[in-house]
């Protein structure tokens, strides 16, 4: 990867783990896109050039942790047989990431449930977070 590919890719992610911080400190609504690239140690326009948003800040901490929930249930149901087991085992693993990722279960717990137009998009990454497998099975062994 070139270097500043990879500057650019690390600015990208400096900007989201600010944001988690400052989301989680002062909430979706009393965050300013200023106090995140501060946080970030970047310009707002650095902040801009990555998204164009607040709310693109906020959904793409959303694709975060539904990505880390994601690749997590999989591979802990596939370890189970049966439904039961699997329900289980999803449980625990939402509970598990939840508990080692706070900050960000916190912001979205009471941010992104709580809100309404800022919210805006998230029915598509639900989805996304509980459709079928690619590869041919739902990740609680359902069938539809």
Wanted: avoid cysteine; aromatic fraction near 6%; proline fraction near 3%.
């Amino acid at each position: 990867m070139p270097a500043e590919q990879l500057r650019s890719l690390q600015r990208h992610e400096r900007i989201l783990d600010a944001a988690t911080r400052v989301f989680a400190t002062k909430g979706y609504h009393g965050t300013l896109v200023d106090e995140i690239a501060l946080e970030a140690e970047t310009s707002k326009g650095g902040v801009y050039f990555h998204f164009p948003n607040k709310q693109a800040i906020f959904l793409a901490l959303f694709d975060r942790l539904a990505d880390i929930l994601r690749d997590r249930v999989e591979s802990a149901v596939a370890k189970e047989s049966e439904p039961i087991g699997r329900a289980e085992a999803a449980l625990k693993v939402v509970l598990d990431t939840f508990a080692s990722h706070r900050r960000l279960a916190r912001l979205f717990m009471v941010e992104a449930l709580g809100a309404s137009n800022s919210a805006a998009g998230h029915g598509d990454r639900r989805e996304r977070l509980v459709r079928r497998d690619q590869r041919g099975g739902h990740p609680l062994g359902r069938r539809r």
